[in-house]
């Protein structure tokens, strides 16, 4: 049985996001075929959590071959945009510091169900522990179409760009 919502989804406004795709571009630095959000519609900056979603199109760089004929959506993917969307909290209020915010680990993921394109993904998230400068701890789940399809906890850890990269 999955737990509660971290947000009650029905309270929430989802036709006038507080961050566009444009604000979300201005924070995360994902892009192209690797950014997994759309739109954030809802922030919660005294509990630390916030609500966002991804389109998935039927144009999704993983669609024509996971798998050929049943586009289903990876978990890793479905992972990457839950991160996608702690990440941008932890950059927008900076609770980490440094250039990004990169994984560093995520425990107790469960895939409820499945995900196809032509669907909306709602991302929840809520900061659950904070180290700062060090690490963030969030909680996190995924909802389509009222079902909860996805949850799971991760850690975010402050990223400095000349950090162990000789490019």
């Keep these: 049985m999955p737990p509660p919502a971290i947000y009650d989804l ?6 006038r ?4 795709i444009e604000a979300i571009r201005r924070v995360n630095p994902q892009r192209n075929q690797m950014e997994q959000l759309t739109a954030i519609v809802y922030v919660d900056t005294q509990n630390h959590g916030l609500v966002g979603y991804k389109d998935i199109t039927e144009s999704e760089f993983w669609v024509t071959g996971h798998m050929p004929g049943f586009p289903l959506m ?10 996608q969307l702690a990440a ?3 950059q927008k209020y900076n609770l980490l510091g440094g250039d990004f915010v990169g994984f ?10 499945p995900i196809f394109p032509n669907s909306r ?19 996190f789940q ?3 179409d009222e079902r909860m399809v996805f949850t ?9 760009r000349d950090q162990g990269m000789d490019v």
């Design 121 to 139: 993904l709602i991302l929840l998230a809520r900061l659950t522990n904070l180290r700062p400068h060090r690490r963030a701890t969030f909680e």
């Design 104 to 113: 560093g680990g995520m425990d107790e993921i469960r895939f409820r169900g």
């Design 10 to 15: 029905s309270a929430i406004d989802f036709s």
């Design 88 to 90: 941008f909290y932890a």
């Design 152 to 160: 799971g906890s991760m850690i975010g850890v402050p990223i400095t």
């Design 74 to 83: 990876p978990g890793v993917i479905m992972c990457e945009a839950a991160a």
């Design 17 to 20: 996001p507080v961050f566009d």
């Design 142 to 144: 995924g909802v389509v």
